[in-house]
T-cell receptor
Framework: DTEVTQTPKHLVMGMTNKKSLKCEQHMGHRAMYWYKQKAKKPPELMFVYSYEKLSINESVPSRFSPECPNSSLLNLHLHALQPEDSALYLC?????????????FGSGTQLSVL | AQTVTQSQPEMSVQEAETVTLSCTYDTSESDYYLFWYKQPPSRQMILVIRQEAYKQQNATENRFSVNFQKAAKSFSLKISDSQLGDAAMYFC??????????FGAGTRLTVKP
């Protein structure tokens, strides 16, 4: 299994809603990442987890709350989002943080905040 | 800080022809990887090719090859015998140890039948 699976594929939410994005991989990777990608822009790093601990937080607003329940799962909890948070949210994984080989990406969750 | 620059927002190629996408980067590190990712309309980021900085030999993957000029900090992607399925956004990316992946702004490639 060489896939990173993200659910849901599409999500529409209001500014008062609470929702979660999920990411799963079964490649034994110990580093997992959340990226945000606005239309026609490159992905921008949000968070990095290494061995289930938050390693990098790129000054992301607290309305985004990551969680790594185990080595295979990565969640992104969303609360009180703004319309400008509408974007494609990509999850990725790699063998570990020190591994500078490729990242495996999921297909993303397209989020629309109304 | 490492930066990755793609100076061609859009490129177009005729089917079966060859096209080259440009990428330059800035770094003071000696050990790093360079990547080209493809993002088709499905939005999935697909690795096309990667190059280890310590290797002088240019990487090749079937119709895809790179021209890696370490001193010039240049990393261009050549697509030979272009196919309709090659149409996508192409991102050049840089990564060093214990650092995250840095992406260029992307080049949108159109393939004309």
């Amino acid at each position: 299994d060489t896939e990173v699976t993200q659910t849901p594929k599409h999500l529409v939410m209001g500014m008062t809603n609470k929702k979660s994005l999920k990411c799963e991989q079964h490649m034994g990777h110990r580093a997992m990442y959340w990226y945000k990608q606005k239309a026609k822009k490159p992905p921008e790093l949000m968070f990095v987890y290494s061995y289930e601990k938050l390693s990098i937080n790129e000054s992301v607003p607290s309305r985004f709350s990551p969680e790594c329940p185990n080595s295979s799962l990565l969640n992104l909890h969303l609360h009180a989002l703004q319309p400008e948070d509408s974007a494609l949210y990509l999850c990725a994984s790699s063998q570990d943080l020190g591994d500078i080989e490729k990242l495996f990406f999921g297909s993303g969750t397209q989020l629309s905040v109304l | 800080a490492q930066t990755v620059t793609q100076s061609q927002p859009e490129m177009s190629v005729q089917e079966a022809e060859t096209v080259t996408l440009s990428c330059t980067y800035d770094t003071s590190e000696s050990d790093y990887y360079l990547f080209w990712y493809k993002q088709p309309p499905s939005r999935q980021m697909i690795l096309v090719i990667r190059q280890e900085a310590y290797k002088q030999q240019n990487a090749t993957e079937n119709r895809f090859s790179v021209n890696f000029q370490k001193a010039a900090k240049s990393f261009s992607l050549k697509i030979s015998d272009s196919q309709l399925g090659d149409a996508a956004m192409y991102f050049c990316a840089y990564r060093s140890a214990l650092k995250d992946m840095r992406f260029g702004a992307g080049t949108r490639l159109t393939v004309k039948p």
